[in-house]
């Protein structure tokens, strides 16, 4: 049976290891936040997860606020910061807001594209433009969703999660509502579990075109954390957006 909850408790507690190389990843992120904004400045994650960037964040110094529409994925945050380092909100985080203004609002992995509606993402971004505190800027990573564009079949891949578990992904594309539908099996020995996943990718062009009817403006587009050039080789951008009027 395909499950429609995309972080339930079975695919919470693989989330860490669905990407194993991220580490990487992680660090830059990290230093691109110091960058922009030292500590301690006001952070908040949309989509925060297990607390992969939020908990480092809070280690380095900086006052983190996590919201997240999965109760699982928070559990795991919690098990990991026992001093409750990282202010955590469960709530859909294209809708709910803090109530406060922080300097630096960041979405990474993909994770803006789960509001699966323009109308989402609108609201997704109008509540980032209203959290902003003045001279704030909000960071987003998403993937370059051109090579997916043009799919016509599904496609598979696996990914290893142990010694003794797969992660079989199969996607494919609705291009018509640029929606993405992945459909994760866990393979690990036991009765095989499927969760559907689905994401809505906008292009750059229309992000930022998104972006400014919410109030905000691109700052800076590069192709990873570290800075590199966006190109039209790159396979995503890390992009910076402030606000409008204060540009």
Known sequence: MIKHAPYDERLAGVYDLMY???EIDTAATLDLVERLRPAPARVLELGVGTGRIAIPLAERGYEVH???GSAAMLEQLARKDP???VTTQLADFTA???GSEHDLVLVVLNTFFSAVTREQQISCLRGVHKQLA???RFVIEVFEPAPFHGLTQPTTSVRHLGANAVMLDVVSVDRSHQLMVGVHTILDG???ETVQHIIRYVFPSELDLLAELCGLKLVDR???FTGQPFTAASHRHVSVYAKADEM
């Open 222 to 224: 590069w192709g990873d």
């Open 20 to 22: 194993p190389h991220i």
């Open 134 to 136: 003045p001279g704030g």
């Open 96 to 98: 709910a807001t803090t």
């Open 66 to 68: 996590g919201i997240d």
């Open 83 to 85: 001093d409750g380092r």
């Open 190 to 192: 036991g009765v095989p």
